[in-house]
């Protein structure tokens, strides 16, 4: 079976896995002790430190690690609401954002904190202006996320970060799907804040971090959400996962140094699935055409009940609407904010290649797609 799911998650790279191996095994030292072991703990963590410093063009003491980006995204939100208490009391997101940002947003509106969801034009896209109009006094923080999960469209945060800064707001992105696959600059995209998780390039599951501006006069303050020990410049007590970190700091090492090579990699296999997948009669592409991830593709197909499809597959392994909301079959609220009709987001599939896989492969799945949806008879009914 061919696993084309990997905007959900990504395997572990082994070189990855070699890379933690000893600090889950013999150098099993707490990073906060100050004898032999610590110190060996504490060295890793900060080689791996470092690391992700360098693929985010941050600095070390501007990451906090967390236990993936939904904490991360609960450490941002929840901590600039709270620092920034005294300042203001209104948080502008998107209708698009991935589910941790929007359930984060809906308890926020329940201790008092207004939130604006913003809509999206056709393509995915924020319209800069409609962003302009949602700012008011009280506006203390913009959440914007970098790359959609279910469609892979981007959007321009550096023009965003001037209208947040304008008026005194601070803006945060969840740049998950974007870390990793294409470039991501702190500074060239001026962000406040950031949340990724190793897990969707290629590091180990339950680890990610919080890049949080701490420059000289861009101090970003922020309220720690778990107390206890006050590791991490207090910002996130609790005993470092250094094996995880490690793999973390090893998955940004490899991905900044393959990133150019993997990105034409992913887009000519993109590309190729797209392609033949867009010859069903009927079919459309979710989102703008160029102006998204390398590696990903989300069609709706006429008449397709894509839950019923992706669970009969034998062959491939395909997302439908959003991984995380797929206990209850609802249609992708993505989807939804794009215009798209209940019929049409019923029947998305989204499909994420990897630089691991190859075009013979995937030339060969995408026939068989092909193959399986024309048996539905969709191709008879454009
Ligand atoms: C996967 C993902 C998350 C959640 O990441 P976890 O590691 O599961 O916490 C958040 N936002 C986006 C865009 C994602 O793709």
């Known amino acids: 079976m061919l696993y084309l799911d990997h905007n959900a998650t990504t395997p572990l790279d082994p070189r990855v896995l070699e890379a933690m191996m000893p600090y889950l095994t013999e150098q099993y030292g707490n990073a906060s002790s100050t004898h032999k072991f610590g110190l060996t703990a504490k060295d890793a963590v900060t080689r791996a430190t470092q690391q992700l410093a360098d693929l985010l063009n941050a600095q070390p003491n501007e990451l906090v690690f967390t236990s993936g980006a939904t904490e991360s995204i609960n450490l941002a939100l929840k901590g600039v ?37 913003l809509p999206v034009q056709p393509d995915g896209r924020l319209d800069p202006d409609v962003v302009e109009a949602a700012f ?8 914007v996320m970098l790359a959609n999960n279910e469609t892979g469209v981007l959007q321009d945060l550096r023009p965003l970060a001037e209208l947040a800064h304008a008026h005194e707001a601070l803006l945060f992105t969840d740049a998950t799907q974007a870390v990793g696959k294409i470039p991501v600059d702190v500074d060239a995209l001026d962000v406040d804040l950031l949340a990724l998780s190793a897990h969707k390039f290629y590091g180990p599951k339950g680890v990610g971090a919080l890049y949080t501006r701490q420059r000289r006069g861009q101090r970003t303050k922020l309220t720690a959400q778990m107390h206890g020990g006050g590791h991490q410049r207090g910002f996130r007590s609790g005993t470092l996962n250094v094996p995880g970190i490690v793999g973390l700091g090893a998955a940004a090492h490899w991905a900044k140094t393959e990133l150019d090579d993997n990105n034409q990699k992913l887009v000519s296999l993109r590309d190729t699935l797209e392609a033949s997948l867009l010859e069903i009669p009927g079919s459309i592409l979710n989102g703008h055409p160029t102006l998204r991830l390398p590696n990903i593709t989300n069609i709706s197909f006429p ?3 894509a839950d019923t499809w992706v669970a009969a597959q034998t062959e491939i ?31 998305a599939l989204r499909f994420g290649v990897s630089h691991t896989q190859t075009v013979e492969e995937i030339a060969q799945v995408a026939e068989a797609i092909m193959l399986s949806l024309q048996t539905l008879n969709l191709l008879a009914n454009p």
Do not use: W
Request: with cysteine.
């Open 81 to 117: 609401a709270e620092a920034y208490a005294d300042r203001g009391h209104h948080i502008i997101t998107v209708a698009t954002e991935h589910k941790a940002v929007l359930d984060v947003c809906a308890y926020l509106e329940t201790i008092g904190i207004a939130v604006t969801y």
């Open 136 to 143: 008011t006094d009280q506006t203390i923080l913009l959440a």
């Open 303 to 305: 008449g397709l009940e």
């Open 317 to 347: 392994m395909a997302a439908t609407g959003s991984a995380c909301t797929a206990a209850i079959i609802e249609p992708s609220h993505v989807l939804q904010a794009m215009g798209r009709s209940n019929e049409e987001a019923f029947g």
